[in-house]
């Protein structure tokens, strides 16, 4: 499986944007879905992560009631949209697909990376 991630950007604090993940191949629909992010000078970190049906959702405690993930597998396509953006909310953000049978929020278990795309929030 090959991951795209896109739709990173500049915005002010409070402003929105939404993040895809495009995919390849036919496992998409089998995969839990990751969304991880890197601010400089920092390690990767969890933002939230979706089950192969959609039916159960995680999301990281920074982001809750703001960002939101979710998916289309008829596109094979995850999505993370991102509300009331935070300076700190500032790092590339990630995709990434797990073999997983429940939602996982570890690296570790994640087997499948895009490239990445950046969002930067100023205040």
């Known amino acids: 499986v090959q991951l795209q991630a896109s739709g990173g950007g500049s915005v002010q604090a409070g402003g929105s944007l939404r993040l895809s993940c495009a995919a390849s191949?036919?496992?998409?629909?089998?995969?839990?879905m990751g969304w991880f992010r890197q601010a400089p000078g920092k390690e990767r970190e969890f933002v939230a992560a979706?089950?192969?049906?959609?039916?159960?959702?995680y999301h990281a405690d920074s982001v809750k009631g703001r960002f939101t993930i979710s998916r289309d597998n008829a596109k094979n396509t995850a999505y993370l949209q991102m509300n009331s953006l935070k300076p700190d909310d500032t790092a590339v953000y990630y995709c990434?697909?797990?073999?997983?049978?429940?939602?996982?929020?570890?690296?570790?278990?994640?087997?499948?990376w895009g490239q990445g795309t950046e969002v930067t929030v100023s205040s």
């Open positions: 990434a697909g797990a073999p997983s049978v429940r939602v996982v929020a570890s690296i570790r278990d994640y087997d499948y």
């Open positions: 979706i089950l192969w049906s959609g039916a159960i959702t």
């Open positions: 191949g036919r496992t998409f629909s089998s995969l839990v």
